[in-house]
């Protein structure tokens, strides 16, 4: 019988000082420190000759395509097959841009970006040397939620689950793989590089004499509660919710089950995502209604921006669809993994869990498309719904809205990919 083998690797992505930092629309904010040094997180996995590789980054995000080639060069150097690749980022907004995004904080730096294949090698390199034996055991519990939904603000229609997988090594550190749902902007404007809370609860495993990854999940629609107010410092907020988080799942550790590991499964598929139709006149009237909306806010140079949006938009009109988008199933026995591409909004989650509770769901996983919201919001004018379905695709290389069977798309392959009949 083979047995299962688990590795733990990380490298150093952070960017130099003087770094401008992405995230935020209109602020020009600059590394003046670093709060947590940002990693590329590796988790290696093997049982006989079929191995995984699991990977998770603290920065935005990256594209289909830069994704892909770091995915190639790992497949490449490892002889592992690209499916089996996992490449995910926990979407911190206090890191440097590493995917194309516009009107959001800085510019790519060439130089840096080309710098982290080479640091995320490094962690599955680190990450295949330390395998050993190992045996998994998993937990999904309900903890006190650390965010809420943007879109009502309220606590209705949230991801309050926090899912852990333990890899428990008797010659080496445990390894918890964490995945929960909540956007990580509770350093909101700061201007020190900083993983946010993904970034304290590991630090938070860590103290304990452990190896910690965070896979993010769909939070497209959460934001922290601490948005709530303004009284607290935010880096000891974020300090108090990656502790907090980490005692929770201690307390429950005890009840965590034993998983037996059959076969290590990695599935892919690509797709293409429908784009909302526009012609000329739409686009001459978003135009004139998002510079109505935004010239006067602070520190956007909305009337450029929305220029140059027109300017791609028209040169555009006959693309009707995203190509190459991946959804993604990594499997260890009773533990499935599902990635997508983007911003999912945590109901997509929320519809799958209701078939398999102890299932990952991973976004900004093989690269960051936008946000991918429900059906329902494309009707809802909120501010956050609005934004997400509308005005975000504006600073994307899609340029215009998914169509509102984006939801239905979506989760049907990714059921498709486990296997499960959707009622």
């Not at 935010?234 to 550790?253: H, I, K, R």
Request: proline content about 6%; glycine content about 8%; charged content about 20%.
């Amino acid at each position: 019988m083979n047995d299962l083998l688990a590795g733990y690797g990380e490298a150093t992505v952070t960017p130099p000082l003087g770094t401008e930092l992405c995230g935020y629309g209109g602020k020009i904010r600059r590394a003046e420190s670093v709060l947590d040094e940002l990693k590329a997180h590796a988790v290696w996995l093997e049982k006989g000759p079929a191995r995984l590789v699991l990977i998770s980054c603290d920065l935005i995000g990256f594209s289909v395509e830069f994704s892909d080639t770091i995915r190639k060069q790992v497949a490449a150097e490892n002889d592992i097959p690209m499916e089996h690749i996992l490449l995910s980022c926990t979407h911190t907004h206090t890191g440097p841009a590493s995917m194309p995004l516009k009107n959001c904080g800085g510019a790519i730096v060439p130089e840096y970006l080309a710098k982290v294949p080479h640091s995320i090698s490094e962690a599955v390199r680190a990450a295949g040397a330390d395998r050993s034996k190992a045996t998994l055991r998993l937990q999904c519990q309900t903890i006190t939620p650390i965010g809420f939904n943007r879109c009502n603000d309220s606590f209705q229609t949230i991801d309050p689950k926090l899912t852990t997988a333990i890899f428990e090594r008797l010659e080496k550190n445990k390894i918890y793989m964490f995945n929960y749902a909540c956007h990580p902007v509770m350093m909101k404007g700061h201007v020190a590089v900083s993983a946010d809370w993904p970034g304290r609860l590991v630090q938070a495993i860590e103290k304990r004499g452990h190896h910690g990854v965070v896979f993010q999940g769909f939070c497209g629609d959460i934001n922290p509660v601490s948005l709530f107010g303004d009284a607290e410092d935010p880096e000891d907020l974020v300090t108090l919710y990656g502790e907090s988080m980490c005692q929770q799942m201690l307390l429950a550790e005890p009840q965590a089950k034993s998983v037996e590991v059959t076969e290590l499964i990695g599935l892919e598929q690509r797709i293409q995502i429908p784009l909302q139709a526009h012609d000329l006149t739409t686009i001459q009237k978003e135009h004139d209604e998002f510079l109505a909306k935004y010239k006067d806010k602070p520190g956007h140079d909305t009337e450029r921006f929305i220029g140059n949006w027109a300017l791609q938009a028209r040169a555009m009109l006959k693309q009707t669809t995203l190509p190459n988008v991946p959804i993604q199933r990594i499997g260890l026995g009773a533990l499935n993994i599902i990635g997508l591409p983007g911003e999912v909004f945590c109901e997509y989650g929320l519809q799958l869990r209701a078939k398999l509770p102890m299932l990952f769901t991973v976004g900004y996983a093989g690269g960051n498309i936008g946000y991918l919201p429900t059906a329902k919001t494309y009707q809802d004018k909120s501010l956050y719904g609005w934004y997400s379905c509308y005005d975000c695709p504006k600073q994307l290389p899609s340029c215009f809205p998914f169509a509102p069977c984006v939801e239905e798309l979506l989760l049907g392959h990714c059921f498709e990919l486990l296997h499960i009949k959707r009622l």
